[in-house]
C-alpha cells in the first residue's frame, strides 16, 4: 500500500502545476511568474520548513538558484556569444548559411538542422546552441528566415543530436554512471547512438517542414519608414571587380540597394556609384563591391585610433539642424573629415522628392538641408565633437562596429572553451597522459573572463548580453527541481508508477517510464529527472523481470525530450529572448514532438533488445 504523499510533497507538486498554468496562460510575464514562484516557496518553507530544516535552509533553497552554477554557466555562454557577434567572427559561417538560404530557404534550414545535429552528437549542445544562435539571429535581420521560426527547430535538433552520444549532454553521463553505480557495465560513447539516429530519421521531416509552421513571425515589425540613405560607393583600386560589368554583379547584391547613375561599361578602379539603400545593405553591398562608403583615408585613420587608443567604432545618425554651417555644402566641400576625423557614410532625405537639381551641386553630389539625417562613423569623442561644433542633432540607436581584429582571438575564446568541455585538455599525471574534461561551468566561465581581458567583450557593455527573462526563469527552475526531489514528491510518483506498470507490454513500460522521465525534465530538471527516473527505472526492470538496460536508456532519452516548456533546459531559455517566444511556443511545438519521440523511440528500444 502506498503512503499518502507529505504535505510539502503535495504542495510541491501544487507549486509546480500552478507555475505552469500561469506559464500557459500567458496574463502574467515570465519574470512576474519566476519570482512569484521563488517568493512562494521562499515564505513557504520559512513558516513550514523540510522536516529537519532550519527556515533559512528554505530559504537558501528557493535563492540558491541565483547562484547556482547552471546559472552561471547560462550567463557565462550567452557573454562568450556576445563576444562572437561584437568581433564579427561568426561572418564566414554567416555568409555561407546565408548563401544557402538565399539559394533556398528550405534548404538553407535542412542543412542547418544537420549541422546542429552532427556536431552536438561530439560537442556538448549548450556551446553548440551558443555558436549558432547568433548566426540564425544576423540571418534573420539579413532578410532570411525569421528568428522566431528557426531557433525552436535548431534547438530541437541539438538537444536530439546531443541524446545521440554518452557525452552530448552532462545528463547522459549523470545517467549512464549512476547506472554504474547500480551495477549495470559501462556504455561506450556510441553504444544507443544507432537507435537515436532512426529516431532523428523519423523526427527531421518534424523539425524541418512542420514545427516553422506551428511557430509565428515574432520579429519586431519592420519600420515602413525606415532610413535610406544616399551615398557615394568608392571602388578600390586593388578591388577583384575592376573590370567586370555591372550587371553582372547586381544578382549578388543585398536587397533594397539603387543605384542612381546610368552606368555602361566595365567598373573602373576610383569609379564613385552613386547608391542609396539601408545601412545593412550599404554595408554588405560595400563588401561585395570591395568599396568605401567614405575615403579610404579617414576610415584607415579611425580604424588606427581605435586600435590605438581601444575604443570602439561608432556609427550614429545625426540630425541637420537650422543653425548647422553645413547647409547648401556638399560632403567633398564640408570638410567633415579633415576638420573631426569622422566619415560621413550617406545621407538620408526624409518626406522630399529627391531628383530636383538645386538639390545637387554640378558635380552630382547631393546638398546638405535642414533635417537631412547623415550617418556618421568615428570614435565617440570625435563623433561629440562633430555634433557640437556642426549644430548637429545626435539620434538614439548608435551601432558598434564589430572589433574584427580581435575576431580570430573570440573564436580560438569559444572553440577553446567547447574543446575543454567536451573533449578535454592534456594532462600528465601518475597514471599517464590523458585528457581532462573540465565542467562546462568551469571552462565557459573561463571563457568569459578571458573575453573580458582580452577585450571581446567590454565589461560595461555585459548588460547587452544577458536577458533578465533567462536568469529569473533559470533561478526558479532550479527552486522548483530542488523542492520537488527534497519534499519526496518524486519519490512518490516513482512508486505510483511501480504499481501501475505491472502487466502491461514492454513496449508501453518503456514509453511509460520515458513520459514520466520527460514530465520530471520538463517541469523541473532533467538532472533531478535523471536521479529519480534512473534507480526507479532499475527497480522496475528488476521487479517486472525486464533488462535493465533498455530501461535506463528510456530515462535516459525522456531526459533530453525537454521540448515542450523553456524551463526544461537551459538551451529552451537560451533562445527564448532572442526568438521573442512565449510559454505556449514551446507547448505547441514540443509536445507533439515528445509524443512522436516516446513512440519511435519505445518501439525501437522493443524492437533493439527482443522485448
Not at 573561463?446 to 565589461?459: D, E, P, Q, R, S
Not at 524551463?567 to 509524443?595: C, H, S, W
Request: charged fraction near 15%; hydrophobic fraction near 55%; glycine fraction near 8%.
Amino acid at each position: 500500500m502506498i503512503a499518502v504523499p507529505s504535505f510539502h510533497a503535495i504542495a510541491a507538486m501544487a507549486i509546480t502545476v500552478m507555475m505552469f498554468i500561469a506559464f500557459a496562460r500567458g496574463r502574467l510575464s515570465v519574470e512576474i511568474i519566476s519570482l512569484l514562484t521563488i517568493a512562494v516557496i521562499a515564505v513557504g518553507l520559512y513558516f513550514f520548513p523540510l522536516e529537519g530544516t532550519k527556515p533559512t535552509d528554505g530559504l537558501a533553497l528557493a535563492f540558491g538558484g541565483f547562484g547556482h552554477y547552471a546559472l552561471i554557466t547560462i550567463c557565462a555562454l550567452m557573454i562568450m556569444g556576445r563576444g562572437l557577434v561584437v568581433t564579427g567572427a561568426l561572418e564566414p559561417a554567416a555568409r555561407f548559411l546565408g548563401s544557402v538560404f538565399k539559394f533556398n530557404l528550405q534548404l538553407g534550414l535542412l542543412v542547418s538542422l544537420l549541422l546542429a545535429f552532427f556536431l552536438s552528437m561530439a560537442v556538448n549542445d549548450t556551446p553548440v546552441l551558443v555558436l549558432l544562435l547568433p548566426i540564425f539571429v544576423a540571418l534573420a535581420a539579413q532578410g532570411a528566415m525569421p528568428a522566431s521560426k528557426t531557433l525552436i527547430p535548431l534547438n530541437a535538433a541539438v538537444l536530439i543530436g546531443g541524446m545521440a552520444t554518452t557525452i552530448g549532454t552532462s545528463t547522459n553521463i549523470l545517467v549512464t554512471s549512476i547506472a554504474v553505480d547500480l551495477g549495470m557495465p559501462p556504455m561506450g560513447v556510441f553504444h544507443y547512438t544507432p537507435i537515436v539516429l532512426i529516431a532523428a530519421v523519423v523526427a527531421l521531416p518534424y523539425l524541418w517542414l512542420v514545427m516553422p509552421r506551428l511557430l509565428g513571425d515574432n520579429s519586431k515589425e519592420a519600420d515602413s519608414n525606415v532610413r535610406r540613405f544616399h551615398t557615394r560607393l568608392r571602388i578600390g583600386s586593388e578591388s577583384t571587380l575592376v573590370g567586370q560589368e555591372l550587371a553582372d554583379i547586381l544578382p549578388k547584391l543585398p536587397k533594397g540597394i539603387t543605384f542612381h547613375d546610368s552606368l555602361s561599361g566595365p567598373i573602373e578602379p576610383q569609379q564613385r556609384l552613386h547608391i542609396s539603400g539601408t545601412h545593412e545593405a550599404l554595408e554588405e553591398a560595400t563588401r561585395i563591391l570591395q568599396g568605401g562608403l567614405a575615403p579610404s583615408w579617414v576610415l584607415d585613420k579611425i580604424r588606427r585610433e581605435s586600435s590605438s587608443t581601444r575604443k570602439d567604432i561608432t556609427v550614429v545618425e545625426m540630425t541637420v539642424t537650422a543653425d548647422s554651417r553645413l547647409l547648401t555644402r556638399t560632403l567633398p566641400s564640408s570638410g567633415i573629415a579633415d576638420l573631426y576625423g569622422v566619415g560621413v557614410l550617406g545621407i538620408h532625405r526624409p518626406n522630399r522628392v529627391l531628383g530636383e537639381k538645386e538639390q545637387y551641386s554640378d558635380g552630382g553630389d547631393l546638398r546638405i538641408a535642414e533635417g537631412d539625417v547623415l550617418l556618421v562613423m568615428g570614435i565617440d569623442v570625435d563623433l561629440q565633437d562633430f555634433a557640437r561644433a556642426d549644430s548637429l542633432l545626435m539620434l538614439e540607436g548608435a551601432l558598434e562596429l564589430p572589433r574584427r581584429s580581435k575576431a580570430v582571438l573570440a573564436a580560438v575564446i569559444m572553440f577553446g572553451a567547447v574543446a575543454t568541455a567536451s573533449v578535454g585538455i592534456p594532462f600528465i599525471g601518475s597514471e599517464g597522459f590523458y585528457l581532462l574534461k573540465m565542467p562546462i561551468a568551469i571552462s565557459a566561465l573561463a571563457g568569459a573572463i578571458l573575453m573580458f581581458l582580452t577585450g571581446c567583450v567590454k565589461f560595461d557593455r555585459v548588460g547587452r548580453a544577458l536577458s533578465a527573462k533567462v536568469i529569473v526563469l533559470v533561478a526558479a527552475s532550479i527552486a522548483i527541481g530542488r523542492i520537488v526531489l527534497e519534499s519526496g514528491a518524486a519519490a512518490w510518483l516513482g512508486e505510483i508508477m511501480s504499481l501501475a506498470l505491472s502487466g502491461l507490454p514492454p513496449a508501453m513500460v518503456l514509453a511509460a517510464i520515458m513520459l514520466f522521465v520527460t514530465l520530471l525534465t520538463n517541469f523541473a530538471s532533467n538532472a533531478t529527472a535523471a536521479t529519480v527516473g534512473t534507480p526507479i527505472a532499475f527497480n522496475i526492470a528488476n521487479q517486472l523481470g525486464l533488462p535493465a538496460e533498455p530501461l535506463i536508456l528510456a530515462v535516459l532519452f525522456g531526459c533530453n525530450l525537454c521540448y515542450a516548456t523553456p524551463i526544461a533546459y537551459q538551451t529552451n531559455m537560451l533562445i527564448m529572448a532572442e526568438g521573442n517566444y512565449e510559454f505556449k511556443d514551446y507547448i505547441r511545438t514540443g509536445v507533439p514532438l515528445v509524443a512522436l519521440m516516446v513512440t519511435t523511440l519505445s518501439i525501437l528500444l522493443a524492437l533493439w533488445y527482443g522485448m
